[in-house]
């Protein structure tokens, strides 16, 4: 079964407004996930790492005002797109690692339409 | 910094053959080497992987060998299926947990 659930799947948006997403570790906590954006038949980029309990790290060229992220407890992280813009629109994944070895496990995705 | 490159991006079997998905990778300390298969609208999901003291693992019809003196690493599917047909991440980890993946191999088997 799934371990890392993600919510909405889905949500389409007028350009401007906001958009939070959430990442949820299930029966496992996560002191570190992951946040993906996949555009149509790429792969998956790194936007930032979040830490619970301190800043997320961003990747170069992530603008950290308008990718917010928070992670505020060990099963939950928290993606907000402010003031989304059509450019934005893209499949957002998570990810957590689990396990010895922290494989990393990945929701199933967000997909961002902003209009 | 650490870059993986994969081939082909697009493959095309007829169903019973086999599939092999090659990648390599720069970073020399890279340790962890994940497959993902991905689904349309769906997110990835683990399907084998190889640690860098190993250097072939085997699941069932999947098989992924590692060379580390070329920095290669390929995933073998055997006796495809059309519910095989997906896109296909290779990826590669050196220490952390910073995954740096390809660029995928969308595999089409034919029925």
New interface residues.
């Given amino acids: 079964g799934a371990v890392v659930s993600q919510h909405p799947s889905r949500v389409i948006c007028k350009s401007g407004t906001s958009v939070k997403i959430e990442c949820r570790s299930l029966d496992f906590q996560a002191t570190t996930m992951f946040w993906y954006r996949q555009f149509p038949k790429q792969s998956l980029m790194l936007m930032a790492t979040s830490n619970e309990g301190s800043k997320a790290t961003y990747e170069q060229g992530v603008e950290k005002d308008k990718f917010l992220i928070n992670h505020a407890s060990l099963t939950l992280s928290t993606l907000t797109v402010t003031s989304a813009h059509p450019e934005d629109s893209s499949f957002y994944i998570c990810s957590a690692p689990r396990g010895g070895y922290n494989e990393q496990f990945f929701g199933p995705g967000t997909r961002l339409t902003v209009l | 910094g650490e870059n993986v490159e994969q081939h082909p991006s697009t493959l095309s079997v007829q169903e019973g053959d086999s599939a092999v998905i090659k990648c390599t990778y720069s970073d020399s300390a890279s340790n962890?080497f994940?497959w993902?298969k991905q689904e349309l609208?769906?997110?990835?999901?683990?399907i084998i992987?190889i640690?860098s003291n190993v250097g072939e693992k085997k699941d069932q019809r999947i098989a992924v060998t590692l060379n580390k003196t070329a920095k290669h690493f390929s995933l073998h599917i055997t006796e495809t299926q059309p519910e095989d047909s997906a896109v296909y991440?290779c990826a590669a980890r050196s220490g952390g947990?910073?995954?740096?993946?390809?660029?995928?191999t969308?595999l089409f088997v034919k029925a």
């Fill in positions: 962890y994940p993902y609208g769906k997110g990835p999901q683990l992987d640690r991440f947990f910073k995954t740096i993946f390809g660029a995928g969308r």
